[in-house]
């Protein structure tokens, strides 16, 4: 039974480029959630989505940053045209239902931003 | 607004030892729950221990504990016979639910270092 897989490990950028950072959930899980943690901090909440649908938005810039859980196939977070100050760790997390479920997180994109 | 206080940055503890680690968090809710969540150098959180607020026992895994204060809203975490392998951070989380939503507010960590 596989855990939540985050890929890619490591994703290096430059400036204004592009970043897709992919997440499949445990088997069984229809609840994701992105988190980003940035040096020396825990993880900060950036989305919540069940399959197709946003649910919870809150943590997230509202510019350059978007979320999605299609049906078929893993969550994606993309981030366009990106700067140094979005160098952080991106984790996914995902339950198998809410009401306090235990959440359980892949092991993390680091993205860097020359 | 919920909030979580981690006041120790760094502790050590001799192998075999047990050692505590604390956290306060700030909530006006009555219902909620608590986590304890393990971040070795390889990145990967792990989740420790969890707690249900409206459970008066304090949790337990092994040789991980709580020490659950609802009234002091304090959720510390007692690991006994400290391990080689318990070096890690350690993140203390309350879960937020609010509007059909649930997300994890965490502390800044712990870091704790094993020594042999």
């Known amino acids: 039974n596989a855990g939540v897989m985050q890929n890619p490990r490591h994703l290096v950028r430059r400036r204004g480029q592009e970043a897709r950072l992919r997440c499949s959930p445990m088997?069984?899980?229809?609840?994701v959630y992105w988190y980003r943690q940035l040096p020396e901090e825990g993880l900060k909440f950036m989305v919540y989505l069940q399959k197709e649908n946003i649910i919870d938005e809150s943590g997230m810039p509202k510019e350059r940053f978007s979320a999605e859980f299609p049906k078929e196939g893993p969550s994606i977070l993309r981030i366009q045209q990106v700067v140094r100050g979005d160098s952080a760790a991106y984790f996914c997390a995902s339950s198998f239902r809410t009401g306090g479920e235990k959440l359980f997180f892949g092991s993390g994109t680091q993205l860097s931003v020359l | 607004a919920q909030t979580v206080t981690q006041s120790q940055p760094e502790m050590s503890v001799q192998e075999a030892e047990t050692v505590t680690l604390s956290c306060t968090y700030d909530t006006s809710e009555n219902n909620y729950y608590l986590f304890w969540y393990k971040q070795p150098p390889s990145r990967q959180m792990i989740l420790v221990i969890r707690q249900e607020a409206y459970k008066q026992q304090n949790a337990t895994e092994n040789r991980f504990s709580v020490n659950f204060q609802k009234a002091a809203k304090s959720f510390s975490l007692k690991i006994s016979d400290s391990q080689l392998g318990d070096t890690a951070m350690y993140f203390c989380a309350f879960m937020k639910q609010q509007g059909g939503s649930e997300k994890l507010v965490f502390g800044k960590g712990t870091k704790l270092t094993v020594n042999p």
């Open positions: 088997k069984g899980h229809s609840h």
